[in-house]
């Protein structure tokens, strides 16, 4: 994808972030790794999610005042499994919450979270009350318009309102509502976007007036990795309740 990481985060390990959070007086951190947003219905995608969430908890186990984690789950399109780790995640390695890409596939052939077959997912996560921490896919189907502008510079923060959308406009994010959903990077372009869907999409036919849509939107949690400029909180200060931002970082990424 063409990002470089900052020297002397990586390799990553535990004792690495600890010293990043005591310069910074941070008590406990939330581990996350990407999501499978890649991949097919195999026992494959299963075990690398399994694999992932057993190395995660090991480390909270290791170190349980300073990590908590969120859980990786296979390929979304494998229903099954996925409910299957969702299970195994939080009852028994204890993981405070799940992490999902905004979509799942390439191409035409990729799926946005809110989408009609993903529904016994959402449900299963509404009946646990359970937390979600949504990230846009790294993936890309147009060209990067400068090697600068890579994809998670000019890219991932699209697709992470574009999911948030997606929850919003299909009702999914009203009929789930016991779902605590966290959108990475103070959302991407959901704050200035907001208003657009909450105007055109009624005007397009969604059954949701523009205050319900807007009402929606704010639901969500925003977090502040790669986002904490002075203006861009000013934004959201002025769209959500102040418990509604989370402070967040992309460590070891940047």
Not at 114 to 121: A, E, F, K, T
Not at 145 to 157: A, D, Y
Not at 205 to 220: H, K, V
Not at 236 to 249: E, I, K, Q, W
């Amino acid at each position: 994808m063409g990002w470089k990481t900052p020297v002397g985060t990586l390799p990553w390990s535990p004792e690495v972030s600890i010293k990043a959070m005591d310069a910074s007086s941070i008590d406990i951190a939330i581990l996350s790794l990407p999501a499978l947003s890649i991949g097919s219905i195999c026992e494959e995608n299963r075990n690398q999610a399994r694999q992932r969430n057993t190395m995660m908890s090991s480390i909270v186990r290791a170190y349980p005042a300073r990590f908590a984690f969120f859980a990786c789950i296979p390929f979304l399109d494998d229903v099954e499994g996925v409910l299957e780790e969702i299970s195994h995640a939080l009852d028994v390695l204890h993981a405070v919450g799940i992490s999902m890409s905004s979509s799942y596939g390439v191409g035409s052939n990729a799926k946005y979270v809110g989408d009609d077959r993903y529904d016994p997912v959402w449900a299963e996560l509404h009946r646990r009350k359970a937390v979600v921490f949504l990230h846009g896919a790294q993936v890309t189907s147009t060209p990067d318009p400068h090697p600068f502008l890579c994809v998670p510079v000019s890219q991932v923060p699209h697709e992470t309102f574009k999911a948030a959308a997606h929850l919003v406009v299909s009702g999914r994010k009203r009929k789930y509502s016991d779902v605590k959903v966290i959108l990475a990077h103070l959302g991407g372009t959901t704050p200035m976007l907001a208003p657009r869907v909450a105007v055109l999409s009624n005007h397009m036919g969604c059954s949701l007036s523009p205050e319900e849509i807007l009402e929606d939107f704010r639901t969500y949690y925003y977090e502040t990795a790669l986002s904490s400029y002075n203006p861009t909180l000013a934004c959201l200060d002025t769209f959500v309740p102040p418990d509604r931002l989370l402070f967040g970082t992309d460590f070891p990424g940047n």
